[in-house]
């Protein structure tokens, strides 16, 4: 067992952030530290059937509520805080997916303005087999039923942004926030630049799980319980956020349009990866082009969000980002034990 503090933390109806930035923080905490975290559903867990639509349960802007932020002692503007992620467990053995006036991939939005209707307003209510890691989706017309494996995720987890500004929980940029990527999973291991003292790191929207790009603009929406390691990388800046496991090494660009999202993300990598293994720009900008995944995460939010993903069997060498996946995961390990 790991001799790490522990903070336990499961936030009262009052205690939920709907913004990064703007916000007290809920408790104070030194690094590296355990957090052992609820989150609630980013319906606040008001649509629990077929009949609750959001627009008639939810009360917007109050949607996607976040489990923070919590203040980091010795955190500052030049930083990086890193989150690894130990385990993400549904916390409710059902989870809720909706289509949403005026949102999601494939309708009509504000931004893409058209003179049909919106698509219809749906609720599909899944069920989640937690022993068995599994979701079920039932069609609403029709006897369709299929079992599709659980990837819990968290599809929002950030800190507070630069310049004083306060952002809504739906919005996805270069702090973190609503990046709704499924790599965000337990062993990966996050990385957020601080913008602010304290960092004012928040999480939630969890997801049981969600396909590459969010297309109806909803996961499978659930509370979680999540377990992870915050610790804080001194003087080590990071622009975008960064994602590793153990298998790859990852950015994320959040930007409309999705070409920007895309081109960040992929700037970033090469960047990075120049940065880390002593590499001329041009030379990365080659390694990248012919080896990356560019999975999507989301182009549905305020801004959409492109992955860059870099296969470690391709970087031999130095760990990035000092070994910290490495350490991080040998902690996560013996916390376990």
């Known amino acids: 067992m790991s001799d790490l503090e522990v903070v336990t933390f499961r936030p009262e109806v009052d205690q ?14 030194r690094t590296p530290v355990v957090l052992d975290v609820f989150t609630e559903d980013a319906f606040f867990g008001r649509v629990r059937g077929e009949n609750d639509l959001v627009s008639q349960v939810c009360e917007f802007p109050f949607v996607n509520p976040q489990t923070g932020p919590f203040y980091i002692e010795g955190a500052e503007p030049g930083d990086t805080l890193a989150v690894h992620f130990i385990s993400i467990t549904p916390a409710r053995d059902w989870g809720a997916s909706t289509t949403i006036p ?40 029709g006897d369709f039923t299929t079992d599709m494996p659980m990837n819990p995720m968290h599809g929002t987890v950030g800190v507070a942004p630069a310049n004083l500004e306060a952002r809504s929980a739906l919005v996805p940029d270069a702090f973190g926030g609503n990046m709704d990527t499924p790599e965000m999973c337990a062993g990966t291991t996050c990385y957020l630049g601080v913008n602010a003292e ?15 790009g969010e297309t109806c603009g909803v996961a499978v929406e659930t509370a979680m319980n999540t ?65 990356v995944e560019a999975p999507l995460a989301n182009v549905v939010d305020v801004n959409y969000t492109s992955i860059a993903k870099m296969p470690k069997r391709y970087l031999p060498g130095a760990a990035v980002m000092d070994g910290t996946h ?12």
């Open 16 to 29: 939920y952030a709907w913004t990064f930035g703007g916000v007290a923080p809920v408790a104070r905490i």
């Open 102 to 141: 005026l949102f999601g991939a494939l309708t009509n939005t504000h931004l893409t303005a058209l003179l049909n209707e919106p698509l219809p307003e749906l609720v599909w209510m899944w069920q989640l087999d937690r022993a068995s890691r599994i979701c079920r989706f039932k069609a609403r017309q």
């Open 198 to 212: 304290g960092a004012l790191f928040s999480l939630g929207d969890g997801h049981a799980r969600q396909g590459e």
């Open 227 to 291: 377990v992870l390691i915050v610790d804080l990388l001194k003087g080590t800046p990071c622009p975008w956020p960064r994602l590793e496991n153990d298998g790859y090494i990852m950015t994320a660009g959040s930007a409309r349009p999705l070409e920007d999202a895309f081109r960040i993300a992929q700037t970033e990598l090469i960047r990075w990866l120049a940065s880390e293994y002593g590499m001329d720009v041009m030379d990365a900008y080659q390694l990248v082009s012919q080896g």
């Open 326 to 337: 490495a350490r991080l995961s040998e902690l996560a390990a013996q916390y376990g034990r």
